[in-house]
Nanobody, 126 residues
Framework: VQLVESGGGSVQAGGSLRLSCTVS????????SGWFRQGADKGLEGVAF??????TRYADDVKGRFTISRDTDKITSLQMDDLKSDDSSMYYC??????????????????????WGQGTRVDVSS
């Protein structure tokens, strides 16, 4: 399984960016996809996740600003609106096969996902 990320870049606070992640293949009825992020001097943080029936999970600090969607069976997008300087991070797409969002831990963690993208940079200037 390979993940190809696109999107990211630089934007001023209050602006928007869209990230996309394409999975090369999947072989289960459902898979979870989403993003983690890691800012400078910060640990890896789960941002938003979705499964194949459309169930979603968001970190508290992005609720109401970020929207995750499964655009096709292989493409997941993260629409990021009203961006803040604290959103500046490397964003990593992650995928786990045979997964349902309801089964993820309340604080989604790295070990729950086996497939990772290379990461894409998001910089928000104030």
């Amino acid at each position: 399984v390979q993940l190809v990320e696109s999107g990211g870049g630089s934007v001023q606070a209050g602006g928007s960016l869209r990230l996309s992640c394409t999975v090369s293949e999947y072989s289960y009825a459902s898979y979870c996809s989403g993003w983690f992020r890691q800012g400078a001097d910060k640990g890896l943080e789960g941002v938003a996740f979705i499964d194949s029936v459309g169930s979603t999970r968001y970190a508290d600090d992005v609720k109401g600003r970020f929207t995750i969607s499964r655009d096709t069976d292989k493409i997941t997008s993260l629409q990021m609106d009203d961006l803040k300087s604290d959103d500046s991070s490397m964003y990593y797409c992650a995928v786990e096969m045979g997964c349902w969002v309801e089964h993820l831990h309340e604080e989604v963690s790295k070990p729950e996902f086996n497939h990772w993208g290379q990461g894409t940079r998001v910089d928000v200037s104030s």
